[in-house]
T-cell receptor
């Protein structure tokens, strides 16, 4: 158990809809990262937060947004969903810069 | 930016040794990491090399050559449970996010 909690585990929704994925980092970790993993693809970095502030943005679509709350949990909002958004979405956290990433078990999103 | 290349698939026999190579291009370099991911599971950290040379952790070892922008993961005494995808990853600096390769799918056969 990595200590990173993601909910829900599975999400099935229709095109055009909006969903929210939730992540609770390991206790004490201030940094949260969101990654997308499509079939047979690597982990694509989406966005990073540190102690409530956005720190880095990757290949995140404008339809996607995220935030990190004062209690350090983070939410990834995906809107106007398309079939191609179907993927595994991982959240990860880490302590200091020399620490490895600890990943949650992911949310599997299926858009139909 | 960063880019990484690693083989897409490798097959090896139980009990054997396998090496998974990774070459990278990056502006700035803050170490090469390796992660393991079983089907349907979360990526888990295996090893990290910041300096040239070999790091050993049990049956797994990781090597880095910064001058060649190259590293590898060595798995010894392969077990069926080692069947998984293995990702190399780099960071350009300490506070930048990890960029992952597309992963190498290792199949261990009897």
């Amino acid at each position: 158990d990595s200590g990173v909690t993601q909910t829900p585990k599975h999400l099935i929704t229709a095109t055009g809809q909006r969903v929210t994925l939730r992540c609770s980092p390991r206790s004490g970790d201030l940094s949260v990262y969101w990654y997308q993993q499509s079939l047979d693809q690597g982990l694509q970095f989406l966005i990073q937060y540190y102690n409530g502030e956005e720190r880095a943005k990757g290949n995140i679509l404008e339809r996607f947004s995220a935030q990190q709350f004062p209690d350090l949990h983070s939410e990834l909002n995906l809107s106007s969903l398309e079939l191609g958004d179907s993927a595994l979405y991982f959240c990860a956290s880490r302590g200091d810069y020399n620490s490895p990433l600890h990943f949650g078990n992911g949310t599997r999103l299926t858009v139909t | 930016g960063q880019s990484l290349e690693q083989p897409s698939e490798v097959t090896a026999v139980e009990g054997a040794i396998v090496q998974i190579n990774c070459t990278y291009q990056t502006s700035g370099f803050y170490g090469l990491s390796w992660y393991q991911q079983h089907d349907g599971g979360a990526p888990t950290f295996l090893s990290y090399n910041a300096l040239d040379g070999l790091e050993e952790t049990g049956r797994f070892s990781s090597f880095l050559s910064r001058s060649d922008s190259y590293g590898y993961l060595l798995l010894q005494e392969l077990q069926m449970k080692d069947s998984a995808s293995y990702f190399c990853a780099v960071r350009g600096s300490g506070n930048t996010p990890l960029v992952f390769g597309k992963g190498t799918r290792l199949s261990v056969i009897a």
